[in-house]
DNA sequence: CGCTGCATGTAACTCGTTACATGATTAA
DNA sequence: TTAATCATGTAACGAGTTACATGCAGCG
C-alpha cells in the first residue's frame, strides 16, 4: 500500500465522496500538505477497490460514464487506524527558496533582495488565507452541538489542528525572509566599504 | 534544466567537488532540504557537463574508474546567478504527519498520543543537532578575519542562514506536536465522562 | 580476513506530472 | 457560443528510489 492510498482514506474518514469530490478536497484545506493529481486518484480507487478497503455505489453520472459513490469499509477503517499510529517515513524534504539561500553568495544582492521580499508577500498572503479558514471552522456551528472544532471531539478537529500548525509556521518563515531581505540590504552597503578594517 | 541540476550547480558554488563529495553534501547540512540519491548524481553530472556548465580534471580514482573533479564554468555561474532569483516553482507539499493528523478522528486517542510524543522526540534530537551546527559555524575562524558566519560577507553565510529557519521553525512543530500529545489525553478523559452537558 | 570509506557508474522500478479524451449541464 | 463545472478515465514522460556492480586502500 502506498502513501497515496492511504491518503485517499484520509479523505474518505469522514463520509462517502465521489472520485472528483477528493481531486477537489486535494487543494483545500488538505492540499496544503498533501497533494495528488487527478489521473493518479482514479487508479488508485480502482486498486483500493480492489483490495477491499473501500466500495461504492454507481448512478448515471452526467458524462458518457457511471458516477461512483466511494465510501470507507470495515476492512478499510481498520487499515486506516493502524496506519494513522505508525511513525511516518522519513520523506526526502525539498525546499527550494532554502536550496537557493545555501548558494546565496553566487547571486547579486539587490536581485535576491528582491526574491526574499516577494517570498515573503506570497507566504503571507497564504497565511491570511489560513487565518481565514481558521476563523471560519471556529464560527461554524459554534452553538448548535455545544463544541467548537477546537474540541478534540469535534469532527473536524483533524482539520482544524493542521491549520493550527500553519498558523505557528509561517511566521517564523516570513520573518526569516524578511531578516534575509535585511540582510542583503547590508550586504550591498557594506561591499561600497573597505571590506576589511586596517589591523593595528 | 531541472532542479536537481540547479542543486549541483549549487553545492558547487564555493568550489571544486568529486560526484562522491556531492553525495555526501547532500545530507549535512544541505540535506536537511535537497536531497539526490547518487544514483541520480552521476547522470546529472554527465548532463551538467554536456551542457557546458561544469567542468572536470580527472585523475587515477581508487577503483576501476577515473576520479573526476568537477567545478563550475563561467556559463555555469552565469546559469545558477540567475536561477538564484527566479521565483521557486511551487511544489505539492508531502507531509505524512499532517496528513495523519487531518483523519485523526479515525486513530484511537491513546495510540495517537503515542505517535505525537515519539515525533515531538524525533524533532527535538534533529533541533539539538542543528543547534550544535549552528554554535560551531558561529565559533569556526571567529577571529581569523574579523567576520562570523553571521556576516553576510562570510563565504558560510549561506549555509548559516539555513540553520537559522531550522531554528526558528522545528520549536513551532515541536510544540504542535505537546499540544496535540495534550488533547489526545482529553480525548481519552472526555469519553468516559457524559459526552454533551445536559441542555436547560 | 572481513569491514568501512573512497569512487564511479547502470538497471529496474515506482511515483508523480502533463496532456489527452469524452460528454452532459449551467452560467456569462 | 464559449467557457466553466461535474465526472471518469488513459498514455507518455520525467523524477526519484532501490538495488546491483566494480575495485583499491586502510583499519582492527
Redesign the pocket.
Known sequence: M???GYALLCTLHRGPL????I??RMRKPIGYYW??????I??E??RLSAAGLIEHEADA?????????HRLTDAGREALAAWLVEPPAPR?P?DEAVLKTYALAAADPERMRGFYLAEAEAYQRRLDDFRAQHADLLSRDADNPPRRADDPRHPQFGAYATLELALASFPARIAWYRWLAEKMTDLGRLRNTPTDPPTP
Chains 1, 2 share one sequence.
Not at 61 to 69: E, I, L
Open positions: 502506498s502513501t497515496l465521489t472520485g472528483y469530490d481531486v477537489r497533494t495528488a493529481q487527478q489521473s493518479q482514479y487508479p480507487l480502482a453520472g452526467p458524462g458518457p460514464r457511471q458516477r461512483k459513490t526526502a525539498r
